[in-house]
């Protein structure tokens, strides 16, 4: 059993230790499937929430490796959405138990081809973009390893998906092809499947610590850039059609990423009625608004105006700026002077709307009166962020108010003060619900590690005296953020407020 000790000072003093078993120590290839036989392409299914699929076992077709006379899968997507649409086909097979694939394996491998008769998307030459998704623990989280197109359909091409957390309980692998303006059928098959072992010691996790910053903090903490970390209103009656006095929808930012982090987003989205669980609300409904926030490289701040009517599963005219397409669309924006502070959206006479940012700097914008009846009735209000890039995933953004008024009457007000999000207001609305956290004054910071870091448990000590480490009960809860593990430490667990130790252990 090996011992690491690290020492921090942020504000108090602590020391962090671990004791970690050994790591592994063999290297090679395991096969999950060479398709030597149809009964390798039996254990694979359609998951029938998705675009339709079919899997067969192909006989005619393989990509070597396997034994003699070997086949492969063939997977037929029989994908018939129109050309500005999503769409998705989902194969899926149980890997008879829980994997702890972080510490066991490096990478996921397999050979794909895509058949010539296939129909590449709508104004696109490529035919879609697959990834290999891992279905991880009880909650089957949802963990996509990465996005390759396939543009080839001449030889087979070999992918190597990196194995990344989640993936310490991982009891199915999941197959997608997916995208916009898949119109008709694409037929692909894969071949090989493969882990490849970590061939070194796997090391102990790592621990660091921050301090926790109060108000709603919303981090860009999954993998894909354009999942959305959202919270939403429960219904209270928040339109604004036919109400005789301004309503007004604020959104008060106390942290923003720095300016070298382009197109990071928060926003607030406007949407009728009472939408689902979706976490993209501004994609999947037919009529939506976006009130979009960025950074400018100066420190300033950029609010956007955007919506669409009509337009459920796609963009629909967000992006239109050419007038002589009409309306629905990009309205207009402003550029402050500074991106921290209240920024507030105030509709009036059905179709009339103000943007204000926080140094007072204002515009007014008018939306066509057939759009706006559109929005009649109630109105769900979200609060949320997306990344936008790669390079921005893993950053946050706080929010310390969010407020809604009609006239002088107060329909939603939340400071984000206590540290739990408040149900009579809210739900959680996101890609993670572990990328939402409310922080409050009693709590005090985060600790964080690397992974993997499977079966490892976070303890506590009022000293360094080996013989005094406790397991908190109940255990301090923690959640995946990208790559690190993360932990809120509250009063509660410090019999100390200004003094600490932590630990990960993890016994053989």
Known sequence: MNKHTVKFTVGFFLVAGLLAAGGIGHAGEVVVSNFDNADDAALWSWESWSDPAEVAFDETLNAGGGAAGSGSLR?????T????????????????????????YTKISLDIKVDPSSAPRANSSDYGGF???????????WHSLGNVALTNTSEWAHLEFPVAAPGDKVHHLTLKLGG???TNTIIYNIDNIRWTEASNQVPPPTLAIEEASKGLNLTAGTTGQYDRQNIK???????WVGVSEPVAYSITLNSFPATNYAGFQTHMYLVPGTPGTESSPDWNEPAAIIIGIQGTAEGGGTVAFRYKTDAPGSNGGYFNTDPAAGQVGFLGSLTASN????????????????????????????????DAQKFAGDITFYCGIMPNQAANIGQTAILSAARITSGTTVLLNDNFSTNVLNSELWTVNASSASCVAVVGQKDLFWISWTTPASGFVLQTNTDA???????????IPDALLG??????????????????FFRLIKSQ
């Open 180 to 182: 916009n303006g898949l």
């Open 339 to 370: 991106i921290l502070g209240t920024w507030t959206v105030t509709f009036s006479q059905d179709n009339q709307i103000a943007l204000t940012a926080p140094d007072g700097t204002s515009t007014n914008l008018v939306m066509p009166i057939e």
């Open 131 to 141: 990834e290999v998704i891992f279905r991880n623990g009880s909650d089957w989280v």
């Open 483 to 500: 790559n690190r593990k993360r932990a809120l430490i509250t009063e509660s667990v410090m019999s100390d407020p200004k003094s600490g």
């Open 75 to 79: 997977v037929a997507n029989l994908f």
């Open 81 to 104: 959405k129109g050309a500005n649409e999503y769409s998705q086909a989902v194969v899926t097979i149980a890997t008879g138990g829980d994997i702890d694939a972080e510490t066991l």
């Open 465 to 475: 005296n080996p013989t005094t480490w406790v397991t908190p009960d109940p255990v």
């Open 233 to 239: 209103s429960v219904p209270l009656g928040l339109g």
